[in-house]
Structures are given as C-alpha cells and as structure tokens.
C-alpha cells in the first residue's frame, strides 16, 4: 500500500518500473516510490511521462537511475506565442499578488535547478520566484513579507 505522500500516479508508475526492472530494483529503492522520485514524477505531465518510458526502455532496459530518467523526460518547448516560465512567474506575481510600486521594481531573484544538457555550463530550469518585501517607509506595503510564487503553482493558462 503506497504511503500517504505518494498520489496515485506515481504509485503506479513505480509499480511498472518494479515489474520492469524486477526485484533488484524494489529492493534497492522500496516497494513505494521514495520523495525524489515522486517529485520528478509529479513535475511531467502524462505525455511527457509516456515518453519518457519509451525512452527509458530503450536506451536502459537493464537497470534505470533517477538521473537517466529525469534525463528522458522532453522538457517543454514555448513557441513564439508561449511564454517561458520567468514571465509566466512575473505575469502571475503582477496579476495575483498585491504588490506595491516598490515591489514591482527589480531585483527579483529567480531560482531553479542546474542540469546537464550537454553544454559546458549546463542548462536551468527556472522554479520560481522571490519578490522582496518593500522597504520604502513610507510605502503603506512597508514591511509585509516578501512573496515566494513556485512554477508547479501556476495556473495552466498563465
């Protein structure tokens, strides 16, 4: 029985893996899929997931490491019309927050993960967002705390 922090989806993708990578595979990772592995399950969407078991089973059919599959999962691609996930943040902050003038101003700090795509600097993966609290005094937003906006929050049509 999964533990109560593993949804569904993730229980039953490792529940493939298990009978795809045998016996091994649950002894050295658990009959339940462990936090990371359930973190870079629930950040893919199903069609990024059913590709990435493609992937995984060709390229690794004999044992799988997180690292390989977080790797085989296609990250996103925006087109023209598609914002990236910085703007898709500051659209969101700008519309939902109650940000003063002060605020709207940067510094914002964007943070995310560093990966290896194959470049001699890696690549990133923006995660979100801090927008500092206003430190105008006589601002009526002075001294309210600074807001922290996540990209798995956003909405789907941000």
């Not at 923006?126 to 990209?151: D, Q, Y």
Request: hydrophobic content about 35%.
């Amino acid at each position: 029985m999964p533990s109560p922090k593993v949804n569904r989806r993730a229980a039953q993708f490792w529940k493939w893996l298990i009978q795809s990578y045998g016996s091994k595979f649950a002894e050295q990772f658990g009959s339940v899929p462990p936090p990371d592995w359930c973190e870079v399950i629930g950040r893919a969407d199903n069609e990024r997931l059913e590709k990435a078991l493609m992937t995984v089973r060709s390229q690794h059919p004999e044992w799988l490491t997180l690292g390989q599959f977080e790797a085989a999962i296609p990250r996103r691609n925006f087109g023209k019309d598609e914002k990236s996930i910085p703007e898709r943040l500051a659209l969101h902050a700008v519309v939902t927050l109650p940000l003063c003038e002060h605020q709207l101003r940067p510094p914002w700090t964007y943070f995310g993960r560093q990966f290896d795509d194959g470049t001699p600097l890696g690549g990133i993966e923006t995660t979100g967002v801090v927008i500092p609290s206003c430190k105008s005094e006589g601002c009526p937003s002075f001294g309210r705390p600074n807001h922290r906006v996540l990209a798995k929050d956003l909405p789907a049509q941000v």
